[in-house]
């Protein structure tokens, strides 16, 4: 399929995006099967495209690496017959850094480096966000990229290094790397994780029969029927070999974690387990905390599908407020293979969402969803809801005003472009036209998410930029590019 074929929906441009999800395992007999099952449970982080690479003593490395959807390209016997092997890994994307919207094959991950030592392929997930001062540096030296891609820069990195095995030339290279990062990499005998420092993005351990495996999410263990042994520790990198089990690490100078917290709103699969706690659990209790916080009488509590389910629960449970399926979303949308005529662009949110007339009839209706980024969907859908005939519009939003952009592997639009960063909460109702608009607090959210006492101000728990303006790590190549951090404001 040409890359010109392969489009997003414009329908999903006002949501945020994860951008990646990766998965790894050794020491199993048809790893590729393992990662491609893998692979497709975590495709919600990324729909782009996705690759997995093998290795097997016989026949060497061996890739594929496509666009669209893993069930599409990973699942006839010619493909996996490619893909021997007992340790692979594999990763699905959305375009973060690198080539945008119509992602170019060369960006694809995982990506394969041959050094003196064997050869090492990485999957990354996450932003690096001093990648323009590393490619410079490493292109003046001498190293010739293959992708646009700023996790490139890590196999260059590991190239440059004199260690003399890839887990050392790992470690030397991601302790030049800024920014947010899970990494599963691979060699011919060995599965390696790394995260972050701050620990942004999630990273798993599980056990799969005699073998391991590593993943995003523990939704992808279950799918191979792996037992859920614990999350990598921020700062931490595991070796995986199937004689000699797992051997941790600790390569980076220790910091306070910062887990995404919007990784509990609406990234991570509702049945995945994050910090110990069920994402589903957790976002019914920032429904809860909602009801708390912003309560309204009201008919009916409506999820926006899908993402706004657990907290539409949680809120009709601690409001009493029915719960009720107002909205119904077309689950076959998906994505579409050719550019939409501008006829069907209008048609908009009809295509995905539709309202459920009979039981939206004359009601006081209270819509729950779990952001507004632009503001776009939320002002169709409360349009829908309307011709519907509903009586009332109230939106509760199960996380706080987006109103910063994400650096750390999530796709945002520029600050412009969010609604929250230019509008109070009642500027946005009356753009919305909504009867009341009602965000969950940063304290809300927090405790929602386990910490009692709410945000500590001057220690939080969480990432939680796109809220508060306050980036852990500093965007330092977006700085140079003249983005301005709250304090400069
Ligand atoms: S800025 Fe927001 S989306 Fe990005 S890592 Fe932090 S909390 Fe997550």
């Known amino acids: 399929m040409s890359d010109l074929t392969w489009r997003s929906t414009p329908f999903d441009d006002d949501k945020l995006r994860e951008e990646c999800g990766i998965f790894g395992v050794v020491g199993v007999a048809e790893a590729a099967n393992f990662t491609a099952l893998g692979l497709h449970a975590l495709q919600h982080r990324g729909q782009e495209a996705g690759g997995i690479v093998v290795h097997d003593a016989e026949h060497g490395f061996n890739s594929v690496r496509r666009f669209g959807y893993v069930r599409d390209n990973f699942t006839s016997q010619d493909v996996m017959d490619m893909l021997p092997g007992t340790v692979g890994i594999g990763h699905v994307r959305y375009s973060t850094a690198g080539s945008k919207g119509a992602t170019a094959i060369r960006d694809v991950q995982p990506f394969f480096g041959e050094f003196a030592m064997g050869g090492a392929a990485i999957a990354h997930n996450g932003n690096i966000t001093n990648a323009d001062a590393l490619r410079r540096e490493l292109i003046e030296r001498g190293s010739i990229f293959q992708s646009s891609s700023d996790s490139e820069c890590i196999i260059h990195l590991m190239a440059r290094s004199l260690q003399r095995n890839i ?283 386990g910490e009692a006492k709410g945000r500590d101000p001057n220690a939080p728990q969480y990432c939680d930029a796109c809220f508060s303006g306050e980036y852990p790590v500093e965007p330092a190549d977006q700085l140079e590019k003249g983005f301005r951090l709250k304090a400069a404001e």
Not at 376 to 401: N, Q, W, Y
Request: aromatic share 8%; net charge positive.
């Open 167 to 449: 887990p050392e030339r790992m470690k030397d290279a991601l302790r030049r790397v800024e920014g947010a990062f899970s990494v599963i990499a691979m060699t011919r005998t060995k599965l390696i994780g790394v995260r972050d420092p701050l620990g942004v993005r999630p990273l798993v351990l599980g056990r799969v029969g005699e073998g391991w495996a590593l993943s995003s999410e523990t939704c992808a263990l279950d799918i191979i029927g792996a037992e859920f042994v614990r999350e990598i520790e921020p700062g931490e990198m595991v070796v995986i070999t199937s004689e000699s089990g797992v051997t941790s690490y600790r390569p980076f100078e220790q910091k306070r974690p910062r887990f995404c917290i919007f990784e509990h709103v609406y990234f991570s699969r509702p049945d995945s387990i994050l910090g110990g706690r069920s994402v589903y659990s957790t976002r019914e209790a920032i429904g809860r905390e909602l009801a708390k916080e912003a309560p309204v009488e009201a008919d009916l509590v409506c999820p926006v599908p899908d993402s706004g389910t657990p907290a539409a629960i949680g809120f009709s449970l601690e409001s009493g407020i029915p719960y009720a399926m107002g909205i119904i979303r077309n689950q076959y949308m998906g994505r579409t293979f050719i550019e939409p005529t501008e006829s069907i662009r209008n048609m908009g949110v009809r295509l995905k969402l539709n309202v459920n007339r009979a039981l939206i009839r004359g009601k006081r209706v209270i819509l729950v969803d779990d952001s507004v980024v632009r503001g776009t969907t939320s002002r169709k859908i409360k349009e829908m809801i309307l011709d519907a005939g509903a009586k009332e519009v109230h939106f509760r939003i199960a996380s706080p005003p987006t109103a910063w952009p994400c650096f750390y592997g999530v796709d945002t639009p520029q600050r412009e472009k969010l609604l929250a960063a230019s509008m109070s909460e009642e500027e946005m109702r009356r753009h919305l036209g909504v009867d009341s608009l009602r965000f969950i607090s940063l304290d809300g959210l927090y405790r929602a998410v």
